[in-house]
């Protein structure tokens, strides 16, 4: 089935340590997304990729780095965690960036760091 | 800065008719977005509008104002299983989807 495949799905994390979160997709999208959900508050973007090769910061872009070494596979990197980190993370890809197609999102991965 | 204001939450009946509203002030505009969430799980696409009126798809419809800088969708003959976040979500002049809050829909019967 095409899609977005996240992992993992929930993670508790101590504050400190360092955290991937994987996506992978097999729809050939160019760009690809991550965003964090928090109550109250909209999907804020992270980081983006609008091609393999190229990343850019979105809004909230501390404490997090991305790689987009090929098409497929877009990590989102925290580099030590803290407990404002808390929070699901939806990764997410388009066929180009700004299409009416809309964006294809995955799963998700429940984070919570203590 | 950028904004996409929606209602919080709405409450509506099953069989009934609910209308919700988005407004937006963005950099640029180059289309809105409606999706559908359901609790815990991931965002999924319902309708696109990049020209002003309206755009029908089955018991959903929404609607595009670009000089009020205005949207809404349309949910007609409500189903339980429609009790959902809905979320407004603008494409600005860099190409960026800007996200309102979401809107939670709870239906009684």
């Known amino acids: 089935i095409a899609g977005i495949t996240q992992a993992p799905t929930s993670q508790i994390l101590a504050a400190g340590r360092r955290m991937t979160l994987r996506c992978t997709q097999d729809?050939?999208?160019?760009?690809m997304y991550w965003y964090r959900q928090d109550l109250g508050l909209g999907l804020r973007l992270i980081h983006y990729?609008?091609?393999?090769?190229?990343?850019g910061k979105g809004e909230v872009p501390d404490g997090y780095s991305v790689s987009r070494a090929n098409t497929d596979d877009f990590p989102l990197t925290l580099a030590s965690a803290v407990p404002s980190q808390t929070s699901v993370y939806f990764c997410a890809s388009s066929d180009s960036a700004g299409t009416g197609d809309g964006y294809t999102f995955g799963s998700g991965t429940r984070l919570t760091v203590v | 800065g950028q904004n996409i204001d929606q209602p919080t939450e709405m409450t509506a009946t099953e069989g009934a008719i609910v209308q919700i509203n988005c407004t937006y002030q963005t950099s640029g505009f180059n289309g809105l977005f409606w999706y559908q969430q359901h609790a815990g799980e991931a965002p999924t696409f319902l309708s696109y509008?990049?020209l002003d009126g309206l755009e029908e798809k089955g018991r959903f419809s929404s609607f595009l104002s670009r000089s009020k800088g205005y949207s809404y969708l349309l949910l007609k003959e409500l189903q339980m299983k429609d009790s959902a976040s809905y979320l407004c979500?603008?494409?600005?002049?860099?190409?960026?989807?800007?996200w309102g809050a979401g809107t939670k829909l709870i239906i009684k019967p």
């Open positions: 979500a603008v494409t600005d002049s860099n190409y960026q989807l800007i």
């Open positions: 990729s609008n091609t393999a090769g190229t990343t």
């Open positions: 509008n990049v």
């Open positions: 729809m050939r999208h160019n760009a």
